[in-house]
Structures are given as structure tokens and as C-alpha cells.
């Protein structure tokens, strides 16, 4: 089959300290008092996170420093992010924000972090505490404002609020989005899931996975995941990206299968993970222009971004999420 790929990924997540945070929020699929998943604990040093980032700054892919864990528990975690900007790549950041304090809030800013998404997912503390694990609401809507007071008048980063729909916060919605909305660039509502499956019925036709396309997940140890971030054990990766470098990983025989597998629509005989994943919905997309919204919306999300803020929105950074064939494997 002759497939095309890209030739290097748009999106390259790094699991700086896999396996740590400093909540142990009862949904969390990984890191939940119940989780059933067995995850590898590591630290990868801050050495071979800079060969892994020298590797990359050709391609100027948009990294994110974390993997499902809490990327600011991390120890002196300017110094990585500092490192990713020194060679001029973009950065996204997905956090609880218990631990952004206001000078915390300063230096990510100071840094050039282009784009922070706070996870509340609630409204009131009582959700809050069935939710996260703790009710302390104040705390974590203080972490937002406190991004905002730091970032001024500048336009990055994007800073966001994401809520994912569940049983204990279903009523909540709406006053959160439209809290939320007088405030940040955009608010990012997610459905639940389970097992990769949401927890609402999808009706469209199932499509190739852009994940598997666009995005390397290198956990602590320089593993790469397979087939994408949602093996988060981390099971049988693809190969080692401090030992054979991304590229030759990532243009490997068995992901050249798993793409080509996918786009013929054999799902199964993809991955075992893929037959039933719907995690594949988050980037099939249709943009709904709505008086002073432009929202983004997917089985999985709609993302509510404010208008007067899309200044800030780095469209060469967000288009990394699209596949594109004008970078092909050769």
C-alpha cells in the first residue's frame, strides 16, 4: 500500500516525571485511587530531555511537557520549559493548577509558555471535592486569575478552562461556561470517557486516527508509546527514542503498518487498543461561527474561543493538530 505520512510529528509529548502528581482525582483513568492501569514511575533527566528537544528544533513540532500527570510538580520545571523555547518551539501545558502560585504564574509567562489549560471541571466546591478529590474551588479558580494578572495585556499564553461532563457535574455546565467565558480565551467542554469509549453515542462514520498521524508520546525512559498516548502502561513500545532517535522511531516499520491499517479501516488488526477507541473523535471537527464565539466543535469537545482573543491563537501551532500531507515520508 502506498501511504503517505508525515515525515516528523506535529505534536510530541514528553513524560518529563511520569507517574507523579499531587492529586488523585477518583475519574482519573491512570492515576485514581482505583485505577486499574500498572504505570512505570519515572524521571527522565533533564540531559535527555535536551537531546530529545535538539532532535526536534528542526521541525519546530509543538511539545508538551507532560503525559496524564501534573506537569508543574516537576522540580525546577522552568529550566525544561526554557530549554524547549531556547530552540523556538511552542509549548502547551495542561494542569490542575493547585500550584500556581502568582510567581509561579510569572515565570511560566516570563518564559513564553504559548498556550495553559486549567482542568476544574467543576463549579462548586461539593463537585469539586467528588471530582478532584478535594473543595478547595477557590484555590484552583485563584491559579486562573493569577495566569491572567501575570500575562497582562500580552496575548500569550492562551490561557483555558476545560470541564469534563459527568454524572456529579452535569448541572454545572452551563454557569461554568458562561463564568468562565467573561475571563479566558476559551473554554474547552469535554465529554467523559471510559475505557476509550465516551460516554455518549457518536453517530458519524468512523475515521483514521490523527493522533497516530500526528503526535509522538515518549514516556520518562525514552520509550515511545504504541500506538499512541492511550496505552498509558506504556506496554511494548515502539522503540526507544534516546537510543535509536525519533525520527528513525517514528518512521518505523511497525507505526508505518499501524497508520497503513488504519487508513485501509482495518482498526482491529491495527492495535488491540484501537478496535473500539473513540479518543479518534477529538479532531474530527466543524467550526460554528456564533455571534462572538468561534466554536470548534467534535464528539469529544466543543471549544468556545472568544473572538477578541483569537489574536493569541498561533495558527501555525494549532494546525499541527490537522493532518497535513505536504510533509511526507520518504
Same mark, same amino acid.
Request: proline share 6%; aromatic share 10%.
Given at each position: 500500500?502506498?501511504?503517505?505520512? @508525515?515525515?516528523?510529528?506535529?505534536?510530541?509529548?514528553?513524560? !518529563?516525571?511520569?507517574?507523579?502528581?499531587? *492529586? /488523585?482525582?477518583?475519574?482519573? @483513568?491512570?492515576?485514581?485511587?482505583?485505577? /486499574?492501569? $500498572?504505570? $512505570?514511575?519515572?524521571?527522565?533527566?533533564?540531559?535527555?530531555?535536551?537531546?530529545? *528537544?535538539?532532535?526536534?528544533?528542526?521541525?519546530?513540532?509543538? %511539545?508538551?511537557?507532560?503525559?496524564?500527570?501534573? @506537569?508543574?510538580?516537576?522540580?525546577?520545571?522552568?529550566? +525544561? +520549559?526554557?530549554?524547549?523555547?531556547?530552540?523556538?518551539?511552542?509549548?502547551? !501545558?495542561?494542569?490542575?493548577?493547585? *500550584?500556581?502560585?502568582?510567581?509561579?504564574? &510569572?515565570?511560566?509567562?516570563? %518564559?513564553?509558555?504559548?498556550?495553559?489549560?486549567?482542568?476544574?471541571?467543576?463549579?462548586?466546591?461539593?463537585?469539586?471535592?467528588? !471530582?478532584?478529590?478535594?473543595?478547595?474551588?477557590? $484555590?484552583?479558580?485563584?491559579?486562573?486569575?493569577?495566569?491572567?494578572?501575570?500575562?497582562?495585556?500580552? *496575548?500569550?499564553?492562551?490561557?483555558?478552562?476545560?470541564?469534563?461532563?459527568?454524572?456529579?457535574?452535569?448541572?454545572?455546565? /452551563?454557569?461554568?461556561?458562561? +463564568?468562565?467565558?467573561?475571563?479566558?480565551?476559551?473554554?474547552? %467542554?469535554?465529554?467523559?470517557?471510559?475505557?476509550?469509549?465516551?460516554?455518549?453515542?457518536?453517530?458519524?462514520?468512523?475515521? @483514521?486516527?490523527?493522533?497516530?498521524?500526528?503526535?509522538?508520546?515518549?514516556?520518562?525512559?525514552?520509550?515511545?508509546?504504541?500506538?499512541?498516548?492511550?496505552?498509558y502502561e506504556g506496554t511494548n513500545p515502539v522503540g526507544n527514542v534516546l537510543e535509536s532517535g525519533l525520527l528513525e522511531v517514528w518512521r518505523s516499520p511497525v507505526l508505518r503498518t499501524i497508520r497503513e491499517k488504519h487508513l485501509a479501516g482495518d +482498526? #482491529?488488526? #491495527?492495535?488491540?487498543?484501537?478496535?473500539?477507541?473513540?479518543?479518534?473523535?477529538?479532531? &474530527?471537527?466543524?467550526?460554528?461561527?456564533?455571534?462572538?464565539?468561534? !466554536?470548534?466543535?467534535?464528539?469529544? #469537545?466543543?471549544?468556545?474561543?472568544? /473572538?477578541?482573543?483569537?489574536?493569541?491563537?498561533?495558527?501555525?501551532?494549532? =494546525?499541527?493538530?490537522?493532518?497535513? =500531507?505536504? #510533509?511526507?515520508?520518504?
Amino acid at each position: 500500500m502506498n501511504s503517505s505520512f @508525515p515525515q516528523f510529528p506535529k505534536n510530541v509529548m514528553i513524560g !518529563i516525571w511520569d507517574g507523579y502528581c499531587n *492529586l /488523585k482525582c477518583p475519574q482519573c @483513568p491512570v492515576n485514581s485511587p482505583d485505577s /486499574k492501569f $500498572k504505570i $512505570k514511575k519515572g524521571k527522565m533527566s533533564y540531559e535527555d530531555f535536551c537531546k530529545i *528537544l535538539d532532535e526536534c528544533k528542526p521541525f519546530r513540532p509543538r %511539545i508538551i511537557p507532560h503525559s496524564e500527570y501534573e @506537569p508543574l510538580i516537576v522540580k525546577d520545571v522552568g529550566r +525544561y +520549559y526554557r530549554a524547549i523555547k531556547d530552540r523556538g518551539m511552542p509549548i502547551s !501545558i495542561n494542569t490542575n493548577g493547585t *500550584l500556581i502560585t502568582p510567581s509561579l504564574a &510569572s515565570e511560566l509567562v516570563d %518564559i513564553g509558555v504559548d498556550s495553559i489549560t486549567v482542568s476544574i471541571d467543576a463549579f462548586f466546591p461539593d463537585s469539586l471535592l467528588k !471530582i478532584r478529590g478535594f473543595k478547595d474551588i477557590d $484555590k484552583v479558580n485563584g491559579a486562573v486569575f493569577n495566569l491572567l494578572k501575570a500575562r497582562g495585556d500580552s *496575548l500569550i499564553p492562551r490561557v483555558s478552562v476545560s470541564f469534563t461532563r459527568q454524572r456529579d457535574n452535569e448541572s454545572e455546565e /452551563k454557569a461554568f461556561l458562561d +463564568y468562565w467565558l467573561q475571563h479566558v480565551d476559551f473554554v474547552r %467542554i469535554a465529554t467523559y470517557f471510559d475505557n476509550l469509549v465516551l460516554a455518549e453515542p457518536i453517530d458519524m462514520p468512523r475515521k @483514521p486516527c490523527k493522533f497516530m498521524m500526528d503526535q509522538a508520546t515518549i514516556n520518562f525512559d525514552g520509550n515511545m508509546r504504541s500506538p499512541c498516548q492511550a496505552n498509558y502502561e506504556g506496554t511494548n513500545p515502539v522503540g526507544n527514542v534516546l537510543e535509536s532517535g525519533l525520527l528513525e522511531v517514528w518512521r518505523s516499520p511497525v507505526l508505518r503498518t499501524i497508520r497503513e491499517k488504519h487508513l485501509a479501516g482495518d +482498526y #482491529a488488526g #491495527a492495535h488491540p487498543l484501537c478496535e473500539k477507541c473513540e479518543v479518534w473523535t477529538f479532531l &474530527s471537527t466543524q467550526d460554528i461561527d456564533e455571534g462572538d464565539l468561534l !466554536i470548534r466543535k467534535s464528539p469529544f #469537545a466543543t471549544i468556545y474561543n472568544r /473572538k477578541d482573543r483569537l489574536a493569541g491563537w498561533d495558527q501555525e501551532s494549532m =494546525n499541527r493538530l490537522n493532518y497535513d =500531507n505536504a #510533509a511526507l515520508l520518504t
